[in-house]
Each structure stands twice: as C-alpha cells, then as structure tokens.
C-alpha cells in the first residue's frame, strides 16, 4: 500500500509568489498515476493534475506538476488570490487509492 | 452538463448502517467507460478514498473498510449507492462521490466531484 507524504503542511506566502510543493510517495509509483486537486473551503476538490504533469481542462497555466519515483513537486509559478487553498496529491494507480494529508497555501 | 449529486442522512447513530446515493446526469453508466468512486473527509482532516465502481460492474475497495463497504449501481436511476455499516463516531465527515473518464489501464483519477454531504455519527 502506497502512503503520500505532503509537505509543508502549511505555506504562507503572498500573492504573485511561487509556491512550491511537495509529495513524497512511500515507494516509486508511476507518473502515469499521480495528480493533484485544489480544495477551497466548503468546496468539494477539483482536479488540477493528472498524469504528474498534465493539467485538467480549464486550469490555468500557472499551475504545473513534475517529478518521478517517489517525489513529485506541484508549482503555482505566481499566486493569485484565488489560489490560497489546500492542495491534495493522489495515487491512483492500483488500488488502494491514496491522497496525501495536503498542503495548505495561506496569505502570508 | 455533467454533475452529481450525493444524498442521504445527516445523523445516524453509532452501529447503524449509512446509506448514500449518488445521483448523477450528462453521463451513464452503462455502456461508457466511466466509473463513480466515493471519498470521504472527517472535519478539518485529508481525503479518504473508500470505492469505486466502473461501468462493467467491476468494483475495488479501500482494503481497511472493505469488510463494512458496498458499492452498487442503478444504471436506470443514474445512481450510485454506497453501503457502510456498523457506522462509528470516527465515520463522522463529509462524504463525496466522483466521476472517473476510465483509460485502458482502470487506473484514473476523479475528475468531477459532487458537493459532498456532511454525516455525523453520533447518539
């Protein structure tokens, strides 16, 4: 069973700064399977990425993902305000699924 | 347009049986390669997966609550239902259910999610 660890638990930066962030998976998982989704509160997540770095329709290009193995980086090149929420990483290769325990993006 | 729903109770009592349908339109599953999943996310907590079935009846489960999940589908209704039973105070969160575009290999992520419904679990 595959375990995702998500760091930093929390980030605070200020709008228009880089945020990056982390995923480390307990064992090397394919590409192929790991995305990333965007939870703002009261809201349901939505899908940002898929496949480590293809993002989902009508998410912008500021938003990108990368890596390989065990570590993969999501980066939001420059924070708008609507940005600031928690973000969570997901194995869905072979079952069981997995998500991280996320990252929260606050206002510094 | 595509959404879904979930419904169900807002209380149930510890060792009851939850029950929650996910009702869903712009899609179906019946011939389709698509599959509805269900998560779960205590208060201020991470995501949970708990299972997933696609449009060929095909399901998995979350190894840790397999023995206490049932997952099925009403294709007639454009329905999803998600058994759970001998509920606990620490089932208590927010419930979702998700829509997966299925590849080749049945490995996708949610690509749609309901707006969730909020169960506690309490006496």
């Known amino acids: 069973e595959i375990v995702l660890t998500q760091s930093p638990g929390t980030l605070s930066l200020s709008p228009g700064e880089r945020a990056t962030l982390s995923c480390r998976a307990s064992?090397?998982?394919?590409?192929?399977?790991l995305g990333w989704y965007q939870q703002k509160p009261g809201q349901a997540p939505r899908l940002l990425i898929f496949?480590?770095?293809l993002r989902a329709t009508g998410i912008p290009d500021r938003f990108s993902g990368s890596g390989s193995g065990t570590d993969f980086t999501l980066t939001i090149s420059r924070l708008e305000p609507e940005d600031f929420a928690v973000y969570y990483c997901q194995h869905y290769g072979t079952s069981p699924l997995a998500f991280g325990g996320g990252t929260k993006v606050e206002i510094k | 347009q595509v959404t879904l729903k979930e419904s169900g109770p807002t209380l149930v009592k510890p060792t009851q049986t939850l029950t929650l349908t996910c009702t869903f339109s712009?899609?179906?599953?019946?011939?389709?390669?698509?599959?509805v999943g269900w998560i779960r996310q205590p208060p201020g907590k991470a995501l949970e997966w708990l299972a997933l079935i696609y449009w060929d009846d095909d399901k998995r489960h979350s190894p840790s609550l397999e023995s206490r999940l049932t997952i099925t589908k009403d294709t007639s209704k454009n329905q999803v239902v998600l058994t759970m039973t001998n509920m606990d105070p620490v089932d208590t969160g927010t419930y979702y259910c998700a829509k997966v575009t299925v590849g080749a290999t049945k490995q996708d992520p949610f690509d749609l999610w309901g707006q969730g419904t909020v169960v506690t679990v309490s006496s």
């Open positions: 712009g899609f179906s599953l019946t011939s389709s390669r698509l599959a």
């Open positions: 064992q090397s998982v394919s590409s192929s399977y």
């Open positions: 496949a480590t770095f």
